[in-house]
């Protein structure tokens, strides 16, 4: 197997896995330490090294509010059991790479994962990514580290004045993403990759950073394919402030000039020179939850516009997606949205102008019950009305695109299908988590993780399981065929039924944003 190969910057080591026909790569440099003067600044390239560097350790998580694996809430149960251990500093960008390639001229596909948590939180070595289970199927994984929150899109006017004119002004996590996608792009073949091969995935906020990297032009010609789990930012012209709005780089300065005055920070020069977890600690006295964050803003240049705009006028790479959601996710908490009533459904009305008329007789209901019900489906939940509309635009060009629903048994208490639940049988690796999963979970969990490697492969989630087995037929969405894959015990294929509420909201879309 590959355990010593040369990229650009120079030598390195990597140790066998888990699995003996996996090297692992830990703590990969793509980037010079982001600190001192690079502090809120682009990302620069990784210094060469002497010698060979062994690639034995993960590289620290990035600084976020709280220590992850000190609390004792949901998720620091179900995915950073072990993250107390490990150190968190600015020093974040760093790649693990997974590679079962026994030569550089294997060409294999190559899998590059992005992790969520908000833009402020999460590292690329939770619990729940296994890269070996999904790299011994023949691809190579790459697991991205990025900066968040303060440290990674912080706007300020101060930064705008010292950012060279034809430089980005913040989205620094974006860059880092970015500079990474560009490293693989550049030293992969030394690792049995096929540079040519390259499909980005991402859950969460991981999903909204596929968008952005695929909309961005820094990026043109190196991303082949696109997985987006649980997070498709999607408008239909109907919103106050649809859901992964990115800021316009005025809102966003102010936000970060609110930020200084709120924390006691004269000026950009004093937040330069102040230590790191001071920092954080001033973040999390100001608002210890995420309702004071630090997200993507609309530079001019890397971010060009809202991803809507870029996907109603067909301005983004033509590659073929995945596409889906949890569906207890959509149920409950975070991504359920308020409670609707008949006067709320008024107020919708109203946002369509002369069409309101059509939509009341459209919708048609008679109660606050009925209103609040709408709220569970495609035509008005969050995710579901996202991910399902931007399946039908895709499609409606001629764009190929897979759409999934997890709606999966998820054993130990009865959260049933949450906000991540799906990550554990994508990446295989059920037996990392406290849960008592048992055969049929396993079963499911080498059928998703095959369909996603074939996807890696071929560019289409069809095909054999890791046993050998042929896997239920996935079509891809068409807005003729309302193709899902719907994973419960098994993978079952299904046609969804029209839904005329969302095919209004998506015409009365494309109304407004096309040009």
Known sequence: ????????????????GKDPRITVFRGVPYAKPPVGELRWRAPEPAEDWEGVRKCYEYGDMPMMRIHPGIGDDFY??????????????????????????????????????????GLQDGYNYEVEFDPERVARRGVIVVMIGYRLGLFGFLAHPEITARTPEDAVISNFGFQDQSLALHWVYENIRAFGGDPERITVCGQSAGAGSVQAQLCSPYNEGIIAGAILQSGVSMAFG????PFGAAMPLKDAEAHGSRFFEMAGIRDLAEAQEMDAQEL?????DISPDWRFGFGQCIDGKFVRESVWDSYYNDRLPDVPMIIGVCQGETQGGMFAGQKLTLKGVEEWAQMYGDRAE????????HSNEEADALTKTDAKNMLLSNSRGFCELRSS?????????????????????????DLWFMFDSLGNSWRPFEGKHYDLARQVTSYWTNFVKNLDPNGLDYN???????????????????????????????????????????EKYRL
């Open 280 to 284: 954080m600690d001033r973040v999390r």
């Open 76 to 117: 620091t149960k179900e995915l950073h059991p072990t993250a107390a251990d490990y150190g968190m500093s600015e020093d974040c960008l760093y790649l693990n790479i997974f590679s079962p390639a026994a030569a550089e001229t294997d060409k294999l596909p190559v899998f590059c994962y992005i992790h969520g948590g």
């Open 358 to 365: 059509e939509f009341r007789k459209l919708v048609d209901l």
């Open 238 to 241: 109907d919103e106050e402030k």
């Open 397 to 421: 060009m001629g764009k190929r695109v897979y759409y999934y629903i997890f709606d999966h048994d998820i054993p130990g208490d009865d959260a049933g299908s949450f906000h991540g639940s």
């Open 1 to 16: 197997m590959l355990r010593k190969v040369k990229v650009k910057n120079g030598m390195l080591q990597g140790l066998v």
């Open 468 to 510: 050998g087995n042929p896997l239920p037929v996935w079509e891809p969405y068409h807005t003729e065929k309302k193709s899902v894959l719907r994973f419960v015990d098994v993978p079952v294929p299904e046609t969804l039924a029209d839904c005329p509420v969302l095919d209004f909201r998506l015409a009365f879309g494309k």
